[in-house]
């Protein structure tokens, strides 16, 4: 199957990196394409640049199901632009964010999500009060780095190790969510760290939850309901 | 005071109108001004329209309290750009969609929205979920009338009373809101007539709303909490 | 318009006070009337004393309307009366705890209020539930200091700044009312000061902002739902 | 055990037929005291009523506990005075409408209130969010019939047994609480008649609820936490 | 009345000191007769536990029914095997979980549980979630003793006293549920002894108020509703 | 990957079914095995039913861990045994209830479940509670088709096709879970079907939705929360 990874973000910082990933994360049967788009912010990292970026993002979307891809992610935490897509679109679109709430509400009572700035707490608890995972998110922490210094492996390590051992012992989560897609391949070695400190408590990394929803609705044939995301109307827009 | 209406649309329409009744709705101590986007979608009356007049709205606002203005009004129901403008700007920005809700959820215990069409029936359940007041709204009800057909008033007023007729003797609404900020002026007909018809209920307009809001939030010298609402941090966006 | 300030208590200390803060609050184009009630207590700090604190209310709130006043407020953070005074009257009534909750749900995600003593928390939580904004009460907290105390206002300035720090600091809180209309006065000064601190939220207070609900109302011309608050049949009542 | 049950109307209309259930419902071991108030309404079919009983109320209830009674009941289904009794005394204080649906609760998913007046409707679904129950309301529904034509017992049980059926049929009901403490004795008799028609669902009769929960806090020598009703401060009250 | 209360385990350590203390909370009217079941775990602290004790407690309740008792008890805090028992018989059946939080709840505005093992809080939490009474629950906390080591009574009371301040002080509780029905005869103690360090504040025993509910109901003439609890189809059970 | 499917029933019924349709569900690169229980009722129609089924199906999924097989399914959209199974094994596993409800509330606004009989209503239901899908799950309606005889595909069929309508005209439906794993096969024709008739919304089969999301478990490396699901104390148990 093939699909289309849309990094809504004119920054390549994190193109490779992802490209690199989702294809682990989506096994030799899915073809992974990665964009990112043409207008827009460098990254997102408040409902400023989740704003901006919209349009860049549904330019692509619209063209990926019109390439003939079947399945489109929108490659941020906050799922900027999903619902919109899921309107003109007669594929399946998902969000990091709500595919890995959804995979934590159900490995465990309380959950939280560490994530990178202050910045995007409001945004992301707004995101599970309309997807319908607040009643479980039990907090919302972040490590004080901004999504262009995530390069430096360590000290994201070492970020999200310390808040996420503290959302376990002073909040009281149970299961925990890697709260950036930025945040590229660490979940496991995390969860393993985790498990040594006496955790055992699974880490969930939201772009390879993404993906593999993506890939049991593309299996499953089935996508968004039209009754809830309705095709918009023809009119002018420019 | 000084306050910015930014209708966020390409149409010109609702302009001449909406000024009027807003100045109308705002008394003499205050100066209204109103404005159109320069790029985005005719009307609203989706997810998708929401997201393309986004970056539009947010450029005009930004000018606004560049120049000066000391508040700012989104004029569509499903209050695009708000929680983007709260975050850039350090003057108060007011939803007519939260500002209905809000007072709706004060008049009553059980409100209902009747609005244009189907399609933004999930948009608006999702803004009642995200500002707090989904736990009072009981139903929202449809006229089927685009946008760019409201003009014709006769048609326009006749489903709306029929509608919210509906909605308090099938829903057990208490308090309506005229669901659409494109609804102007027929608020308080409605409302009289409801009245003659055996119904003693609030009829809320929502850019009446909307006004009064903003008008307090200047008054009373306080605006979106920053603690909510952060500065996005700098970065290149084009 | 005419607006009618009633203080639910037998104690004289805050009218004169009230009806200077509120004539402030309210504009030029309104004239405030302020009184307190024949029979009750002298404040109140209990579901006991808003039980006693009623009927007297009730007795002051049907004489104003009969007088011509367009609108009634119960000063007291608890909205003694309202409910009932909404089912006998068909001028709109207004409580400040439901006014300044509404308002601090708008302008943030998570509300605290800060309050005279633990004796009125349970009473403003059920109150919050009622009204439908305990979603996003986050806490409510007190200064330990008796209503009929509170003309030391320097005692009371600090008291509530710090417990509004704490607040922030400990429990989250985004947004803050001064949850006693006897702290006349203080909210403005209150919300620089935590600017100063590097907390930039608003400091609501709920005499002005049930002020300017009331106006609006007015001006909206709406009223309280007669669906939810239906005119009590007639019978004896001694 | 003393019990004192408290009858917050003016009206003698219910006190001996009450006087003898609640005697039935108690069992021999409890001594019944019925007593009606000094100034109030002749019968609670408003939040006005409501008001207006509560001092009336409060006198009573103080004066039974100096008389050594171990237990009040408030006898009216939307528990006027209990609150502000909680804080005043220091022996149980129980309301029908809490002790009805706190049964109702836990003996389905989903219960009914059939009631007097479409009055009492907003009332009533106020206590139950106060209470914590309002999560398994199903509905409330109305007989039309004032409390004080509720002697004529054949049309007071056709129209209970009728609503109780459609409330079943059409909304789900589950549970059932015959929604008013002036509709004594007629409990059982509906629930064999539902029975009949092949409902096999429990009605609720609430001031038996009350009699048997008061009976419990007694024997289990509990009563209100003091952290939640805590004594109101002294102060003038005339 | 006749009442069966099922110890849902195979360890008869506890079968004397509850039937001693239940017939104290039963009152002379009661005959309370005691068994533990033929097959499952000696005792429950898990939701293992629970599945594995149910179909050995479902036949004595059944075998309850045909000696002709008059309701059941499944005696543990985690009310295993209720449901089923409410479907297959037509007596009340009652749990220790849901009674004691439904008292709790009653009784104050935020109650807390305090427990047995970490093992058994999600158990709890999502008893109460079905019960309908998560909305006033505060917290779970547990004093680690393992359930076959509770007849260490002085060990126990002590870890109970410690446990419930540290919720009143931290968590904000304001009713205590003594939280397994192995703390059998120690409510009444910590009462007191809360109350003597400045908590006044009622503690619940959870099978005193299974018991006092269970007379209640056979008291009332009412049973679990049969439109929740269906009867069970007829087939082959092995 | 080797997964098992547990039919937690003694009917071999559905066995080669459910076999050949996970197979497929699966993929070739998963082994599919899938059994019966030892001991148990025919089928699962009620609490009962599930709690017959509990100790049979622990006892396979113990054995399958052992067996190395890497992740778990019981076979009943009720999702017997699953938390228990989540607290002994360290593999994943997964119930299709939670699985169906999960997808569901990601593809739409409002979701309703068509299952066999108004018998196990109640049951989905708390499972919806305690799985944190009750805000999205808007009726449960029943064919009325016992388990046993599902095997007459047509009139199946028939009856799903009708009561699947009715959700969407009558309840609001946006997405459908087709509510029992005995539905097996069917999901697709029915959307189509569906979508024939004007409404495109997806219909989710519950097998096929828990074979998928324990793919994704076992590819992510991920399992339930060991803080939620606790390893049960060593004890005796017969």
């Not at 990292?45 to 003939?68: N, R």
């Amino acid at each position: 199957m093939d699909i289309k990874v849309i990094l809504p973000v004119i920054s390549n910082t994190l193109t490779e990196e992802t490209k690199k990933e989702v294809e682990g994360y989506a096994s030799s049967d899915t073809k992974v394409s990665v964009t990112i788009i043409d207008h827009g912010p460098a990254s997102i990292e408040s409902e400023y640049d989740e704003a901006l970026c919209q349009p860049g993002f549904l330019e692509k979307a619209i063209q990926a199901e019109k390439e003939g891809y079947q399945g489109i992610i929108s490659d941020c935490l906050a799922d900027p632009g999903v619902k919109a897509a899921r309107e003109v679109l007669n594929i399946p679109v998902v969000g990091p964010g709500e595919a890995a709430m959804q995979l934590a509400t159900s490995l465990g009572n309380h959950f939280s999500i560490v994530t990178v700035l202050p910045n995007v707490v409001s945004m992301l608890e707004n995101l599970s009060k309309v997807s319908g995972f607040y009643n479980k998110l039990t907090s919302i922490r972040d490590i004080n780095i901004p999504v262009l210094e995530l390069n430096d492996k360590n000290r994201l390590k070492q970020g999200l190790f310390e808040e996420m051992k503290r959302t376990i012992e002073e909040d009281g989560a149970q299961v925990l969510i890697a709260g950036c897609t930025g945040f590229v391949g660490v979940a496991e070695e995390l969860q393993n760290k985790l498990k040594d400190s006496g955790y055992d408590v699974p880490v969930i990394d939201p772009i390879f939850a993404a993906t593999q929803m993506l890939k049991t609705m593309i299996t499953m044939n089935i996508k968004q309901s039209k009754l809830t995301y309705m095709t918009p109307p023809d009119k002018e827009r420019i």
